[in-house]
């Protein structure tokens, strides 16, 4: 009797699982605003010099990230006690680069698949979002890992997660490598991916998948674009 009792103490006691951050880097843009300041340690293309405020996130900084986060998803993986499968969602096409550098860190299973979705702001505040393009296995009982790029107003993991718990998939987690988090909308405030890599400050930020109109994906680090 004192067993069950002790079990739902000790139930009681542990800690809702917070969200992980693994660095919080906002007043990082001081200094980039002020000083038009480039890390030493980055090469910028020529080409793309002009185009760039500064640096935010240089490769080593991504590759930390990443690290810290992906040792988190393989430890909190490992606890499930069984799982169907493991299905690795990629947002695209932002997340694709840092996707396909976190999935090579993550030492279980897993199926990959990708979703795209597209937000129309109109005069409203709140966006209307739109999936352009679907889910491709059935995730019915599976364990979804959503891969994000950014999490600015939030409207957009607001709307996947919906979407995608409305697919009954066992579990749900989400990882978003950037959270710009004093951006969010008051009604996306609960938001927030359950591993971020970053949270930057309030700047448009470009490269490692990120683009402006289709340009800079390719850059191997996040920096500010120069308006
Ligand atoms: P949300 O719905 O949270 O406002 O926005 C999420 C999406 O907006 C991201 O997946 C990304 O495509 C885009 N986005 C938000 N902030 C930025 C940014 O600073 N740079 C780029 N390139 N895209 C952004």
Known sequence: MFGWFGLVVLFMTIPAREPYVFAD??????????????????????????????VLLSEG???NGISAVSARINQ????????????????????MVFSSDLMRRLHFPFQTDSVAVSSYEGTESTGSYQVKK?????????DVIVVEDIVDTGGTLD?????????NPASLRTVALLDKIDRRKPQFAHIKADYTGFVIPDAFVIGYGLDYVGHYRGLPFVAVKKK
């Open 25 to 54: 880097i906002r007043p990082t843009l001081a200094i980039l605003d002020t000083q038009n300041y480039l890390r030493q340690h980055d090469s910028v293309p020529e080409v793309y010099a002009s185009d760039i405020a500064g």
């Open 61 to 63: 900084d991504i590759r």
């Open 76 to 95: 909190d993986v490992r606890s499930l006690s069984k799982s169907a499968g493991v299905v690795l969602v990629t947002v695209l096409h932002g997340a």
């Open 134 to 142: 679907e889910i491709g296995y059935s995730i019915l009982g599976k």
């Open 159 to 167: 709307f996947l997660i919906r979407h995608i718990n409305a697919k």
